[in-house]
């Protein structure tokens, strides 16, 4: 088994900054992908920032040039550096891995809990 546990939300005032973290842990032989992404109330989940191996990132058109992706390979974590919040970056923001969990194996995609994010004007 995979788990994901994130960490670092809360409520935060407009213009602020919040860090997040994304811990996998369990059965894991190698991680290809890490990932951010957000649904807030009565919206579709959107991609915020993806991380690959190769050091490759991608951003969500919303949060380009605000929010930082990064990762530690050795403690398999995913970090979202979130600065500039607004009011419309709250929401509920999840990670996800790519995981191959045995050399034969195929990757599988895993997903945390979620972790509230709540900006306020």
């Known amino acids: 088994q995979v788990q994901l546990v994130e960490s670092g939300g809360g409520l935060v005032q407009a213009g602020g900054s919040l860090r997040l973290s994304c811990a996998a842990s369990?059965?894991?032989?190698?991680?290809?992908?890490m990932g951010w992404y957000r649904q807030a109330p009565g919206k579709q989940r959107e991609l915020v920032a993806l991380?690959?191996?190769?050091?490759?990132?991608n951003y969500g058109d919303s949060v380009k040039g605000r929010f930082t992706i990064s990762r530690d390979n050795a403690e398999n974590t995913v970090y979202l550096q979130m600065s500039t919040l607004k009011p419309e970056d709250s929401a509920v923001y999840s990670c996800?891995?790519?995981?191959?969990?045995?050399?034969?194996?195929?990757?599988?995609?895993?997903w945390g809990q979620g972790t509230q994010v709540t900006v306020s004007s």
């Open positions: 991380l690959a191996s190769d050091g490759l990132a």
């Open positions: 369990g059965s894991i032989f190698s991680i290809k992908s």
């Open positions: 996800n891995a790519q995981v191959r969990q045995a050399s034969w194996r195929p990757m599988t995609l895993h």
